[in-house]
């Protein structure tokens, strides 16, 4: 018979809380806690859920700090609290929020509706609508709005959007630029000669 150290860890902290143990399986659920909270649920060895509600862990090493129907599936998955999160890649972690996704291994998701599909990358939504990586090794910021220290960073990237007779009319005003300073250039270099 198998000792379920996680049991003993539960002492009725909460009404519902469980851990579904298989007695028939090979792995042995140890040390897996469930600090608080209610009708949250630990499947694996080492998992931990430190409150809310309806929380699970259902991989080795996964977390649920909090909130409510989070679900850390993935071995060493992390959700830190928020609401409806999911982590299903391993080493990945979901700081907090609500409906984010971390897929890819080592992936980060934060905010809202933030999904970090591929391995290596990191969503973080702040606009309200869905932000998603495309790609492995990828960051997605998405936002209204990016101030740093009072100024708007997303002003600096605008010129990347600029139309074709816009493009033309910042190169014909260098152009004039550069022509004004060639003509100074050699206005200069003739005194020098004298």
Same mark, same amino acid.
């Given at each position: 018979?198998?000792? /379920? ?19 028939? $399986?090979?792995? &042995?659920?140890?040390?897996? #806690? #469930?600090? %608080? =909270? ?8 080492? %998992?931990?859920? %430190? ?10 090493? =996964? ?17 830190? =609290? %928020? ?6 890649? @391993? ?10 996704? &971390?897929?890819? @291994? ?8 933030a999904d970090a599909k591929g391995d290596?990358?990191?969503?973080? =939504? ?7 990586? $495309? ?16 100024? +708007?960073?997303?002003?600096?990237? $605008?010129?990347? $959007? ?7 009319? #910042? ?5 004039? /630029?550069? +022509?004004?300073?060639?003509? @100074?250039?050699? @206005? ?7």
């Amino acid at each position: 018979m198998k000792v /379920v150290l996680a049991a003993l860890l539960l002492a009725r902290v909460a009404a519902d809380n469980t851990f579904d143990y298989d007695d028939d $399986s090979d792995a &042995a659920l140890q040390y897996a #806690v #469930v600090a %608080g =909270g209610d009708e949250n649920t630990v499947t694996e060895e080492y %998992g931990f859920i %430190g409150g809310g509600f309806k929380n699970s862990v259902d991989g080795a090493y =996964g977390t649920v700090a909090g909130g409510y129907k989070n679900m850390a599936l993935s071995n060493y998955a992390t959700i830190s =609290g %928020g609401f409806l999160n999911a982590v299903t890649g @391993r080493f990945a972690t979901v700081t907090g929020g609500a409906r984010n996704n &971390a897929r890819g @291994r080592y992936s980060l998701a934060a905010g809202y509706k933030a999904d970090a599909k591929g391995d290596y990358t990191a969503a973080f =939504g702040f606009s309200g609508e869905t932000c998603t990586t $495309s790609q492995a090794n990828q960051i997605a910021f998405c936002a209204d709005s990016f101030l740093f220290n009072g100024l +708007e960073l997303l002003d600096l990237f $605008s010129r990347r $959007s600029l139309s074709t007779e816009e493009l033309d009319e #910042v190169v014909t005003a260098q152009n004039k /630029v550069i +022509e004004a300073q060639n003509e @100074r250039i050699a @206005r200069i270099e003739a005194v020098l000669q004298l």
